[in-house]
């Protein structure tokens, strides 16, 4: 019998691409909640389980995988049915593959990262570093030409690829810069797009507006126009465009 425990943070986005994958899969599992600000991934058995104490981390029987990429591309090697939603092809693959490490690169560590650390570890007034969104109008506009003609973001068929990205790309349209429809349709219509998946409130869109929130409350009063609409989003339920 298949035994599979999910640790993470609700307000994580590597964490929800790895809930919104066990949702595609039909996947029964467990998710314990991690308190991260009390520290409780440092415990001495989840160190043990995973040296690195990032999350999410997936507990399958006696295995411990970590790494949101890492856990979707395992998840479904190991329990689909067949290869849709992680093709064996090697250049449909490599296409899926190229997306995940621009989520990881570019979108998580070079987007979402740097802003979270300006407003919640650098200074006890934070302004949103305008430098920063920059760099992720240009991480839209890479996300537009991916997408091209095609409904997702590796071709014609939803992939992990579309899991990992929306996860994060969600995120930061709550929380720091709106994905305009009129600058960005083709992105702008894949979040919509996804927004429509079985579960998808629950699985990632209610972390991401705990985040949204925890951001509101450290942004500056005279946040402009652009913040506020996009936490008006928020409360009336807009936010998925």
């Known amino acids: 019998m298949v035994h599979l425990v999910l640790y993470g943070t609700e307000t994580s986005p590597p964490v929800r691409a790895v809930l919104l994958t066990l949702r595609a899969l039909q996947l029964e599992h467990e998710f314990r909640r991690l308190d991260m600000q009390a520290g409780e991934h440092l415990e001495p058995e989840l160190l043990r389980k995973n040296p690195q104490h990032t999350v999410p981390m997936l507990e399958d029987g006696e295995a411990c995988i970590w790494d949101s990429h890492a856990i979707i591309g395992y998840l479904v090697n190991k329990y689909a049915q067949d290869d849709a939603l992680y093709p064996k092809e090697p250049l449909q693959r490599a296409v899926v593959d190229q997306r995940l490490h621009f989520e990881t690169g570019v979108l998580f560590h070079g987007c979402f990262k740097p802003l979270q650390r300006a407003l919640f570890k650098e200074n006890d007034a934070p302004e949103v570093p305008k430098d920063r969104i920059a760099d992720l109008h240009e991480a839209y506009a890479h996300l537009e030409r991916f997408l091209g003609e095609n409904p997702y973001l590796a071709g014609g068929q939803l992939t992990i690829a579309d899991f990992s990205v929306v996860a994060t790309v969600s995120t930061l349209h709550l929380s720091y810069c709106p994905v305009e429809g009129a600058k960005y349709p083709k992105l702008s219509a894949?979040?919509?797009?996804?927004?429509?998946?079985?579960?998808?409130?629950?699985d990632n869109l209610r972390g991401a507006r705990l985040l949204a929130e925890r951001v509101r409350a450290k942004l500056p009063k005279q946040f402009d126009k652009l913040w506020q609409k996009a936490f008006e989003d928020i409360k009336s339920g807009a936010g998925k465009q």
């Not at 894949?190 to 629950?202: I, N």
């Open 190 to 202: 894949w979040l919509a797009r996804l927004s429509t998946l079985p579960h998808y409130d629950e």
